[in-house]
């Protein structure tokens, strides 16, 4: 149980009243208990307050903490940031240090100092895991797989053949990185290739072989330092060079990240998110939820892709994207608010009304 | 293999001709055979029952069991829930009670009455699974977890720390409940805050620390009763109060719930839909498949999304809500209907040709 | 390591220069070491040739190799064809042969010549495994599962009771085949029932017994041969008939299939693409990333959904769709270009400015 004091140096924040009150969990205002630490980040928290028990609360700058019946409060400027610094404090790591006499690892692995294997997992021949990384139950690790080290391996998560993750990765349970990359051929033109010809128009015509030839994945996957990945997300191995993450970026549950796909720096890939074969993402992009990038597509830094959009051309630095085809936020927008007048204003051509003004 | 009479008995439905007939499987008419029971709920299976070499079958009211040739009938005036009874009827719970050899449950957990643990599950410290509760192979059970009575967990669940489920839950294969939510935070003002200020004019800035800080998540799942959870949904866990899904609830396969979302009772979540952080679903809503929620978003009771729906704002109680961004679905329709006549009316306006009428 | 001239048979493509050379690896040009075969399948891959060290290489039709400094060079007129017969040589099968003694297999089960069970796996009662098939480690196999010869079963798959696979799947870490369906029904019509009467107008009344039934799932899945399925990718259990999917279907990552589908021979599915209850696919039907068809709805053969496409009613043979509602590519494209051009017409109908040509 840390005390006030200890919590305000770590998170580098200013603190208030009794400095040597010990805190042991987190909780919103209204259902915090006396050994609590209210999360009061703005004044309309204030009132919660007095219905919990804590006696120690995280406040908006400038708050009162004594009118709020507190003995103690710890002032945080930028509140999600506060938020960060002390959840980590409060957290800790679910997964002990320690080899479990169930687990199956082949002699020749190599393990760091204070790495944690858990019950059941499989550690391939060959393979390296680095000091301090603590891997849970049930996680399949192939043979030469390279896990830096600081990791947290949860349970259930799949490490392919040919994959290298560098220092402190965070891999959500049933995370799949390094299968095989989705990648077919057929012997005459297939379909997909007329269609781009095509456009769409006429009928497709019969395809003499339409037999699927596999190619077969032989890059791996290589993903730098301080990248987490979410829940059930796939990452798949790339044909001849590797699929590549950058470092710190953060992906989260259920996304598609397919063959040969280049991922930048500290970009974010909310849930869903999805990139197609080969596509290349630069650094500090977001991806909202469900956004995706066709195939083959570059993506400039610093571009944010809003939820649900989807990109089939490339995308300069700096755009923000919205709706399908991807268009710039501003003039996607209008479209959306143009196609909701439309019903009317065909009504009103139709009938021969006056046009309206634009705020009608 | 029961009876004609206790089938129909168990469905609270009327039956007629030899009572005493046993079947073992239910069947589509056309391919029955002589010991199974054909399923003919509307009279255009008539015919198919021709085909098939059942002699008992579930009918629509008012069939004529004799002339299609059958020894036995049941009668079903509400077909689907006819099936839900019949079907419950000829299952059988997959995993049987008792402790697998292999499984790993910690000395310190507490298992009730009939509880069953597959082979190579890990159950552990502290953890509690209600009477008669059955788990299956490969599933990985944190410390503290509390499963309640009477549920059925499939292969390869994944429940996390601080994770509290109901009594009767059924978990599909590969389900994730209490991963990490997906909570990120820069020093500066981040991409997302800046694009909520310009609605996307103009170009990004340079952000001169792109670091994610991580928030943790330290509150748990909480689900209530009677809850169903898809094959490979995750349903992540709250900041510092749990993420809650409320009794009767039942959610498809592929879902993602992200952190501290609240979902209430007797909804109903279809395949790959997502509610991200921190939105608030009422009672008895329904998501069709894909539909997603924006974070910090309230959905009323008795509200539904169709297929493929994006919501980005609040949703009052009783709408049915179409589209992207969602719109209720009448208007959302007539949006569609004017859009696909747009091409037509633009050539028309370009070329001076007098107005159409509406049903052009 | 292969030959040139052994590695061209394979191929059944012509070859030039030393025959003898071995190589281990397939490469990009540029990064392509002395022992590499270098992938240079276009003129525009000719400059890095020159930056890597590789002395053969796989070149387009008519290439000059000696100009480009190698010592042997394979000719590939249609590229990826090539890469799929190259990748397969260069690659080897991830299992070995043989059970690992960690391995639970029931003695029940079947296991034909030269099958592998990885680390971990489970075998149920009465299953059968067809010669050569090779498992990974933490598979589930259900009793009485039927998987054919010569396929490959990443980690963690879950096969449920009731799976039938053909000869050669390729089955992806964490898929799961044969989850129960996701059929539910309650007392009263549902809203679902309502909102097809009234398309969305009015609101939803309350609904007096929101319960929802369970239909269970006795149908299992059945596979044709030469099917491979994608990590993460869900195929539910059919009510009381088999969920099915035909020969030489390739489905990606993230996918989901619900109960009673039927899919086509030699079908394509993308990345997260997903089909509603009881829909039907016929053969050679592509669907794009994202792609999702509606339940009960046959889509005919030789029918291409492009990415993110929705379908919500029947699509016939050779048509290629797009877009949600999904339309005929071609008029989709049309409606999206005036959709863009509209926000400006209103305007100009406002101010009353004369029309404008179609290419403003």
């Given at each position: 149980m840390p005390t006030i004091a200890e919590i305000a140096e770590a998170l580098g924040a200013e603190a208030a009243g009794d400095m040597t009150l010990r805190v042991s969990h987190a909780s919103e205002p209204a259902s915090a208990g006396s050994s609590d630490l209210a999360?009061?980040?703005?004044?309309?928290w204030a009132e919660a307050l007095g219905q919990g028990r804590a006696r120690a609360a995280v406040l908006w700058?400038?708050?009162d903490w004594r009118a709020l019946g507190l003995q103690a409060a710890i002032f945080a400027p930028r509140g999600r940031l506060a938020m960060a610094g002390l959840t980590r404090l409060l957290d800790e790591v679910p997964f002990p240090p320690g080899v479990h006499p169930s687990a199956i690892v082949d002699p020749t692995a190599r393990l760091g100092e204070g790495v944690g294997v858990g019950p059941l997992t499989v550690v391939g021949p060959g393979a390296e895991i680095g000091d301090g990384t603590r891997i849970g139950p049930h996680v399949t690790i192939a043979a030469g797989v390279r896990l830096g080290p600081g990791g947290v391996v949860h349970s259930g998560v799949r490490l392919g053949r040919r994959v290298v993750i560098g220092a402190r990765a965070i891999l959500q349970p049933n995370a799949v990185i390094?299968?095989?990359?989705?990648s077919f051929v057929t012997r005459e033109p297939a379909y997909v290739e007329i269609v781009r010809e095509?456009?769409?128009?006429?009928s497709l015509p019969a395809i003499e072989d339409p037999t699927w030839h596999r190619i077969h994945s032989l890059g791996g996957v290589t993903i730098g330092d301080d990248v987490e990945v979410g829940a059930g997300t796939t990452i798949d191995a790339g044909t001849i060079r590797p699929t590549r993450i950058g470092d710190g970026t953060k992906i989260d549950n259920l996304v598609m990240l397919a063959h040969n796909v280049v991922v930048g720096r500290h970009c974010l890939l909310c849930g869903q998110a999805a990139v197609a074969g080969s596509s290349v993402l630069g650094d500090r992009v977001v991806m909202g939820g469900r956004a995706a990038v066709g195939d083959n597509i570059t993506i400039g830094d610093d571009v944010v892709l809003t939820a649900n959009t989807g990109v089939l051309s490339n995308v300069p630095a700096g755009r923000v994207m919205m709706g399908y085809p991807a268009t710039r936020m501003d003039l996607q927008i209008e479209s959306y608010k143009a196609l909701r007048r439309l019903p009317r204003v065909l009504r009103d051509l139709a009938a021969g009304v006056p046009k309206r003004s634009k705020g009608d």
């Open positions: 999360l009061a980040l703005a004044p309309t700058p400038g708050a390094g299968g095989d990359g989705f095509t456009m769409g128009k006429g």
